[in-house]
């Protein structure tokens, strides 16, 4: 069946915003190019503030709040969460959080506070958030996941990201895609039961989100595998993408490559109009319903 018969809608999030001003600067050069359509903000961050300028100078786009409690310091006062810093008053990174959320040494209470914090300085900038998620998705553990849904219910953002991939097929995977699949997809039916129960609450969020396996040529072939997708044709799907400037120290590495690539492809005007022409669109969390 052509996928032109079913249009995707495509909601492109770039995570990270706040987080420096090179990745700032390559965030907002590719809204202005147009397929990118959603940012999500780092408020504990030192380019946070440059958030004040999205509304008004991108009034399509989502701008969401990227809640952080695994890089930089806190929002809140140290003495009041002191369960999530270290003896500098950094947060744990991402491994030694979940290994202390496991073992009931971070407090329930001292996330709630932090998290509230963060909320608080991204509106007073930006505004309310159109969505939200978490930076290194931390907030995907045992009784976190429902937490911070309730923290996001309370504050009133309407969306969250999904977490349910949509796999491609393994057809020309690598190796490594088909071993990782499996593990992945038992992962995925626990997250899966937690994201219904958010969904029933009214938490809003896209039919699943997709990533480019390394096999794949580009965008608009993956672009068109998802859109012969069942779910996909009933809801947006989400792609998330880390674009970044670098300097020339910093144009080296995996994760620097990957960033250079992805701002490449959406600083580019004319991908809205090479995606169009395979049937994909690109949108916002608006499209949320």
Not at 64 to 90: E, F, K
Not at 148 to 177: C, E, F, K, N, Y
Not at 211 to 236: H, K, N, W
Not at 261 to 289: H, K, N
Request: hydrophobic fraction near 50%.
């Amino acid at each position: 069946m052509s996928y032109h018969r079913y249009p995707l809608r495509l909601i492109i999030t770039a995570d990270d915003y706040g987080a420096s001003p090179r990745i700032n600067a390559a965030i907002e050069a590719c809204l202005a190019a147009g397929a990118l359509r959603a940012t999500c903000v780092m408020a504990n961050m030192p380019g946070y503030g440059e958030a004040s300028r999205l509304r008004q100078q991108f009034p399509d786009a989502s701008i969401g709040l990227h809640w952080n409690l695994t890089a930089g310091r806190p929002v809140a006062p140290p003495d009041q969460v002191a369960s999530l810093i270290d003896g500098q008053g950094r947060f744990w990174p991402a491994a030694a959080f979940r290994r202390r959320w496991l073992l009931g040494r971070i407090a329930p209470e001292h996330v709630l506070r932090e998290l509230r914090a963060q909320y608080d300085r991204l509106a007073l900038v930006a505004g309310q958030p159109d969505f939200w998620n978490t930076h290194q998705n931390i907030h995907l553990l045992p009784q976190l996941f429902s937490l911070t849904v309730a923290v996001a219910r309370q504050l009133a953002i309407p969306a969250m990201r999904s977490h349910q991939r949509l796999w491609l097929p393994l057809r020309g995977a690598s190796l490594r895609d088909r071993l990782i699949q499996p593990l992945a997809w038992l992962k995925g039916q626990v997250i899966a039961g937690w994201a219904a129960a958010a969904v029933r609450q009214g938490m809003r969020m896209p039919a699943g989100l997709i990533g480019l396996p390394e096999s794949e040529a580009g965008l608009i072939t993956l672009a068109q595998m998802v859109a012969q997708m069942p779910r996909a044709r009933v809801a947006p799907v989400e792609l998330v993408v880390h674009p970044a400037l670098q300097s020339a120290a910093e144009r080296s590495g995996a994760l620097a490559e990957v960033q250079a690539r992805e701002y490449a492809l959406l600083r580019d005007p004319s991908l809205v109009d090479r995606l169009a022409a395979v049937g994909v669109q690109t949108v916002g969390f608006e499209a949320l319903v």
